[in-house]
């Protein structure tokens, strides 16, 4: 299991140059808003073409410009959750989950379901409508549409940026014990320090389309490579403080 | 060029219908000459000057209600392994459901007072081609005023029930 991405891609002025490759472990990719994070999932799920560039994804290639390669994103098996979750308002959390069941044969498709409604505590919600339950709740549901599948990568992009604190730490353990569950190489883009420092074992640092320091959590955290490194990192402090602070006052 | 007749002056696009499908027209000599027939004054005018008049409301709001799909939706069946068309069937036009059917009630509603181009295509021929907006003209016109006082009723209950229909189906639910 693993996954190589080695793109460049020129978007409206702004250039990606990027290349890193993950195992099994999941890896953060951690940067200010506008560095290129997003649009390296788009990549990777085949939503955008790269210019150039190689992406493998358990050693088949999804994209290889040499080779004139680029599958699309139907053919990739991937499980992507979306910034805003990207739920289908028109269907029920049911409905939503099955529709993720595209390519499963249907003799496993109930067993699955079930599996799923069981591991992402869902059983009482079968029919609601995504705007009739929580935001963790609309969480756990993305999730479980996104791995019915059971994907060879897992893109997660921001999913818990629009989740109060306590519900994010909630959901953060949630996807501590996902890991475990699931075995599959999970790419997180965040922004959040906390989040890049408690999930990832691994951390690519991304500054304006380039990738300034790669490592594991403490290492990046530890011994920033340099000052824009370091100001991600303070963030981070501050964010943390911040967060002793409000738990202090409790 | 479709949506053309949104502001093009009703008897402008009759017009350019009969200068398209008239006996000598680019289109309609041919239908003359191979099958005798021309669509001028059939009923057959009267429903393309309705269709051609009201095809850019259709095109208008049902292009609006498609672009106001969210795209990470659509991005979203794609990456759960669905071809184009099927998140068309299943994700775009239901999303879409009713900013479409609005368009299909206001473009229904126009076609149903088109005059100008009809009058210009279908001429007025009374139990032919005399659609009620035309009726109405001629009735008032011959001082016939209680049989158009009816289709003038008819026609306003009408309108007030598109628009009661249109104004449902444009908001939007979720």
Avoid at chain 1, 112 to 124: C, I, T, V
Avoid at chain 1, 168 to 189: A, N, W, Y
Avoid at chain 1, 226 to 233: A, F, G, K, T
Wanted: glycine share 8%; charged share 20%; aromatic share 10%.
């Amino acid at each position: 299991m693993g996954l190589l991405v080695a793109v460049k891609k020129t978007v409206k002025g702004f250039s990606l140059d990027v290349s890193w490759e993950i195992g099994n472990e999941p890896a953060v990719l951690f940067g200010f808003s506008g560095s290129g994070k997003s649009l390296t999932l788009q990549l990777i799920a085949g939503l955008m073409k790269p210019d150039c560039g190689v992406i493998r994804a358990n050693g088949s290639a999804w994209f290889d410009s040499a080779g004139h390669i680029n599958t699309t994103p139907q053919q990739r098996s991937l499980g992507y959750v979306f910034q805003d979750l990207a739920l289908f308002p028109h269907m029920s959390v049911r409905q939503n989950i099955l529709f993720g069941a595209k390519g499963v044969p249907e003799s496993e498709t109930t067993e699955r379901y079930r599996e799923m409604m069981d591991a992402f505590y869902l059983n009482d919600l079968e029919r609601k409508r995504p705007s009739e339950i929580s935001g963790g709740q609309r969480q756990r549901v993305a999730f479980a549409r996104a791995l019915m599948r059971r994907p060879d990568v897992l893109l997660l992009d921001e999913p818990f940026s629009a989740l109060d604190t306590p519900l994010r730490i909630e959901m953060r353990s949630f996807l501590k014990d996902l890991r475990s569950t699931f075995r599959v190489p999970v790419v997180l883009v965040t922004h959040d320090a906390v989040e890049a420092a408690t999930l990832a074992d691994s951390i690519i640092v991304y500054s304006e389309g380039t990738i300034i320091q790669r490592g594991p959590a403490a290492e990046v955290f530890g011994n920033p490579a340099d000052d824009r490194v370091r100001r991600l990192v303070m963030g981070q402090e501050l964010a943390l403080s911040a967060m002793c602070a409000v738990y202090a006052n409790k | 060029m479709l949506t053309l007749p949104l502001v093009l002056p009703p008897t402008v696009t009759g017009y350019y219908l009969i200068v398209a499908f008239g006996r000598n027209g680019f289109i309609g000599k041919y239908f003359y000459e191979w099958l005798d027939w021309s669509i001028m004054f059939t009923w057959y005018a009267a429903v393309l000057a309705s269709f051609v008049v009201a095809l850019p409301l259709m095109i208008k709001t049902g292009r609006a209600a498609l672009e106001s799909v969210d795209r990470n939706l659509i991005n979203a069946a794609y990456t759960l392994g669905h071809s184009e068309w099927d998140t068309a069937l299943r994700v775009t036009l239901p999303l879409a459901k009713r900013g479409l059917i609005a368009g299909v009630v206001l473009s229904f509603a126009r076609a149903l007072g088109e005059f100008g181009a009809t009058l210009m295509l279908a001429g007025n021929i009374p139990g032919k081609t005399d659609t009620m907006p035309l009726a109405i003209y001629s009735l008032a016109g011959s001082g016939d005023w209680s049989e158009a006082t009816g289709m003038v009723i008819l026609l306003t209950l009408m309108a007030g029930i598109f628009l009661y229909l249109a104004n449902h189906y444009s908001r939007r639910i979720f």
